[in-house]
DNA sequence: TACATTTGCAACCATTCGGTTTCGCAAAGT
DNA sequence: ACTTTGCGAAACCGAATGGTTGCAAATGTA
């Protein structure tokens, strides 16, 4: 079963888990109160979340708490790179455009 | 069936597809030709990337091309903008942190 | 010790997903 | 007119997904 940070943000819930333990620490049960659904459904989003490295867990006492690991969300932001290039350059051309207009 | 954009990049082989055609546009079949699968199975990812405006088509007779929507891209980059934001703090964090023991 | 809390995990279920096969239609070639 | 080519859509299938329920283990408390 192959995890990757893609399929992982696929889900809105995953995606809302992410955001709501960016800033802070939080147990499932924590988790689960901010949502419309069971600590355990919560649990396999975090276990899936925890797979691919996207979210870590720290132990204390019967609680665990699960932090966002925010560096791993850099390989998205490498993903989109390659597009940002495209899209700056068709910008630039709109600017020439723009500019010869202008000139013109 | 909603479709967001999410969703559509979780799958490896659009995101295939959507490096294949970012740069040029092409037909189902041509696109098929780069990956091992069916036409029918591309023409179903480009459903679905069309569906979520990822992807837009054009006809040419009797064949169709497909380009890169690259704009819509930004929806990622936006989501990952968020992070940014933590992660250049914690960046800045820890260059305080080695400043000050240069200092001491 | 006895009991409650917090949690992970396995089993199960309905739904969705990705792929293949088949079909029908329209455009282009012969 | 007939065949070939390019395409989308529908039907079907095995696998994966997201959710629920039930249970066991570990920790904290009376």
Redesign the pocket.
Known sequence: ?RRDIF?AI??P??RAIITLIALQAM????IAENFN?????V??????LTECELVK?EQQ????YYSLEVEKIKEVDQWVNQFRKIWETRFNQLDDVLSTLKKG
Chains 1, 2 share one sequence.
Request: aromatic share 0%.
């Open positions: 079963m399929q696929a889900d819930t995953r147990t499932p049960n924590a659904t069971t600590r355990q459904s649990s396999k989003h975090l276990r899936i867990q006492g019967r609680e665990i």
